[in-house]
């Protein structure tokens, strides 16, 4: 390898590029995640500005960075179980396709139907993995619009920490609230993960004049 020794295992070069990247990226799309979230929690018909503005008059800027730590800590494991389980199923779908093609070279390129199988399931396992995660991160991220306990009767906002949010989430739900939303997270990671690295896989194999079906 030109960047890796050879000495490094193939699946480590996966999980740390994975988590680098997820790190990255998480300082631009957390911000806009939390104003997604708040968006969709408003019972008016608020507009994105109006979400924002009032977000940063009452709570301060650095809300917009509210559980970022957290939110690699979901998505960091994410990529990394994904990527991980991705190129593993792909590997062995490479092996098993050139056997049946009967076509042993390298180079051979996998259909687009078995590049969308193995991203969909790989997809599938990390989402599913990591949901208990994602449900004390959105808890987090969302609590300034939210009534965190019943006690609080004058609608005092609360201020919790993962640690906290942890703890109240076991209290009022039990363990089964960790799974809260579980199948939804699933069903939604698995077409898109799976649509984007079918459609990256094939125009990385366009671009390369390598063919593909």
């Known amino acids: 390898?030109?960047?890796?020794?050879?000495?490094?295992?193939?699946?480590?070069?996966?999980?740390?590029?994975?988590?680098?990247a997820e790190s990255i990226s998480a300082v631009f799309w957390v911000?806009?995640?939390?104003?997604?979230?708040?968006?969709?929690?408003?019972?008016?018909?608020?507009?994105v500005a109006a979400v924002f503005r009032d977000l940063i008059k009452n709570e301060g800027m650095r809300t917009l960075f509210k559980g970022y730590s957290l939110t690699v800590g979901v998505f960091g494991p994410y990529a990394m179980i994904y990527f991980v389980a991705?190129?593993?199923?792909?590997?062995?779908?490479?092996?098993?396709?050139?056997?049946?093609?009967?076509?042993?070279?390298?180079?051979?390129?996998?259909?687009s139907w078995i590049v969308l199988g193995c991203a969909a399931g790989s997809a599938g396992l990390a989402?599913?993995?990591?949901?208990?995660?994602?449900?004390v991160k959105t808890r987090l991220q969302t609590q300034g619009d939210q009534i965190l306990s019943k006690q609080n009767k004058d609608q005092q906002k609360v201020n919790l920490n993962s640690r906290s949010i942890f703890s109240l989430i076991?209290?009022?739900?039990?363990?089964i609230g960790f799974t809260r939303g579980?199948?939804?997270r699933v069903l939604w990671?698995?077409?898109?993960?799976?649509?984007?690295?079918?459609?990256?896989?094939?125009?990385?194999?366009?671009?390369?004049?390598?063919?593909?079906?």
């Open 86 to 111: 991705y190129e593993h199923a792909k590997l062995n779908a490479m092996k098993k396709y050139r056997t049946l093609c009967g076509n042993e070279e390298e180079s051979v390129v996998l259909p």
């Open 31 to 47: 911000p806009m995640e939390i104003l997604k979230q708040r968006v969709q929690i408003r019972n008016q018909n608020a507009s």
């Open 1 to 20: 390898s030109i960047y890796f020794p050879n000495s490094i295992p193939i699946p480590l070069i996966h999980l740390s590029s994975a988590l680098f």
């Open 127 to 135: 989402a599913g993995l990591t949901t208990p995660l994602d449900v």
């Open 189 to 213: 990671m698995m077409p898109q993960t799976a649509i984007t690295m079918t459609a990256y896989e094939y125009f990385k194999a366009f671009i390369l004049n390598e063919s593909i079906t």
């Open 170 to 175: 076991l209290k009022e739900q039990g363990w």
């Open 182 to 184: 579980l199948r939804a």
